[in-house]
């Protein structure tokens, strides 16, 4: 269970360099990622849409509980239109523009 604490995209040429930080709810969680979304809200129209995911540690694993950092980050072809990016995670969401 991942949650976002901050998110920045920035326009570098044709592509779009999107950067989140985040914490889990536990030790042991991996290969934090940001996986492409498809919506189907109207008002993604012009929105990149992201989902961060972690791999969690084996049920049969010890793990320290309390919040511990993650991160991830993805460069994409830049869309035309595209003016903001959206990301998602099982607690929050948080939507920012991207910074040409």
């Given at each position: 269970m991942a949650r976002i604490d901050s998110l920045v995209a920035t326009a570098k040429g044709n592509r779009v360099v999107i950067q989140a930080r985040g914490a889990v709810a536990t030790g042991g969680w991996k290969r934090a990622s940001l996986r492409p979304?498809?919506?189907t809200q109207p008002a993604d129209a012009h929105t990149i849409v992201l989902?961060?995911?972690a791999q969690p540690p084996p049920p049969d694993q010890a793990v320290i509980p309390g919040l511990l950092p993650v991160?991830?980050?993805v460069t994409?072809?830049?869309r035309k239109g595209?003016?903001?990016v959206r990301v998602v995670s099982a607690v929050?969401?948080?939507t920012t523009q991207i910074l040409k």
């Open positions: 979304l498809k919506s989902e961060l995911v991160s991830a980050s994409l072809r830049a595209m003016v903001s929050n969401e948080i």
